[in-house]
């Protein structure tokens, strides 16, 4: 297994564990739309996908493409639900 191998290995594994954080979050968003901490989880998620993006750009072509898959479900509801949500909550 080459560097590029395992280094998209590793970097899978950290959007996949992301993923399941922004769940977690999202859950709670949710819940407590009103809530004071709203603000602060919606900075939080937003940091994460910052973070999964760019872990995603230092894959390889093929490795890009099955992370791109794994994470659109959760990224097109976010974006549907929470896109506009600063705006909403300032």
């Known amino acids: 297994m080459n560097a590029s191998n395992s280094s998209d290995k590793f970097l899978s594994r ?3 564990n992301s993923i399941s954080q922004i769940l977690e979050h999202l859950e709670g968003m949710q819940r407590d739309a009103h809530s004071p901490e709203y603000i602060h989880w919606k900075k939080e998620v937003d940091d994460i996908w910052k973070r999964i993006f760019e872990s995603i750009n230092d894959m390889g ?3 890009q493409k099955q992370s791109l898959e ?3 479900e959760t990224w097109v509801s976010y974006i549907t639900h929470y896109g506009m949500a600063d705006q909403n909550h300032n």
């Open 61 to 63: 072509d093929h490795s």
């Open 70 to 72: 794994y994470i659109r």
């Open 14 to 16: 950290f959007v996949a």
